[in-house]
């Protein structure tokens, strides 16, 4: 297959098991199919265990690949020894560099999916394809495409009036994909779309 950055990676017919390389990626292969997910890249906060399905609440923490104070070091990878690799966020070149080093040291396929918002029923289509569950990925990406029709459609169906103000341009620099602790460019949540669509209205800033 080919992943978001262009990169042509065999990925097993069978994929059974998948380490998550930072958090976003651990998330995307659990509503995927969470069977597949050998650990989370950090354990489960409290708050969090309540929406998560209780056989996956207490798998292995993993550490991660990817992020500030990744701590998942070869040795460990190796050791779980899955058939496959997932990174969801950005796609530059210094995560490019970092497939192309943990592959050639493990032999472990690793995949990397662009996390922009935007790109979200594309990452579920890709991600959903290479674990061999594409019907599940389809369902997840169609969902989520007529979310943003809905709330795309708000402004239009709101009158003038009774509009919310609309967010403040964010920085120059800001609104990238999530980095590999969810966030974008350091901020808490997720890149938000140009200001004045359904989506900025139902997101907000956080």
Request: avoid cysteine; glycine fraction near 12%; aromatic fraction near 6%.
């Amino acid at each position: 297959m080919t992943d978001s950055a262009g990169l042509v990676v065999e990925v097993p017919d069978d994929v059974t098991t998948v380490f998550a390389a930072g958090p976003p990626a651990s998330v995307l292969v659990y509503i995927l199919k969470p069977e597949a997910l050998t650990g989370w890249p950090r354990a489960l906060r409290p708050e969090k265990r309540a929406y998560i399905a209780e056989p996956y609440r207490d798998i292995p923490e993993t550490g991660r690949l990817t992020g500030r104070g990744g701590e998942a070091n070869l040795e460990r990878v190796l050791e779980i020894a899955a058939d496959l690799i997932v990174d969801f966020g950005s796609v530059r070149d210094t995560y490019v560099d970092l497939v192309d080093r943990v592959q050639a040291q493990t032999g472990i396929p690793y995949i990397l999916i662009d996390g922009r918002f935007e790109n979200t029923p594309e990452a579920l289509r890709l991600v959903g394809a290479a674990l061999g569950v594409p019907e599940r990925g389809e369902a997840l990406a169609a969902d989520v495409e007529a979310t943003f029709a809905r709330l795309d459609a708000l402004p239009a169906e709101t009158p003038q009036a009774e509009r919310p103000p609309r967010s403040p341009r964010p920085r120059p620099g800001a609104g990238g994909p999530p980095d590999r602790d969810g966030r974008a460019d350091g901020q808490p949540g997720f890149r938000q779309p140009g200001a004045g669509s359904g989506r900025d209205r139902a997101l907000g800033a956080r």
